[in-house]
């Protein structure tokens, strides 16, 4: 499978504008545009960094990195909230 030339920069795009939606507490807005990320991301190959035209790339492999890295600073934001969610259903719970 080919790659269309702006799919990595879209993808980076996509996980900036995820990380900037959970830095700012805008969950909704997470929940978007990862939606847009994760179909971007079923039409890209399965093993993306062995494709050919990637593998080759400095600047691909530097996208997908970027993108990993954004990811490794969403997931501890989502975590936060995800505790906080659980203390505020236990709370309710245990008020009802």
Do not use: F, H
Not at 63 to 71: S, T
Request: proline share 4%; net charge negative; glycine share 4%.
């Amino acid at each position: 499978m080919s790659l269309a030339p702006n799919a990595l920069e879209e993808l980076l795009a996509l996980s900036e504008a995820m990380l900037g939606a959970a830095e700012s507490g805008d969950w909704e807005l997470l929940a978007s545009i990862e939606n847009q990320r994760s179909d971007l991301v079923s039409r890209l190959p399965a093993n993306l960094a062995g494709e050919p035209e990637v593998a080759k790339s400095a600047r691909g492999r530097r996208l997908i990195e970027d993108c990993q890295r954004c990811d490794a600073r969403v997931r501890p934001l989502v975590e936060a909230r995800l505790n906080e969610l659980r203390v505020v259903l236990r709370e309710v719970r245990a008020s009802a």
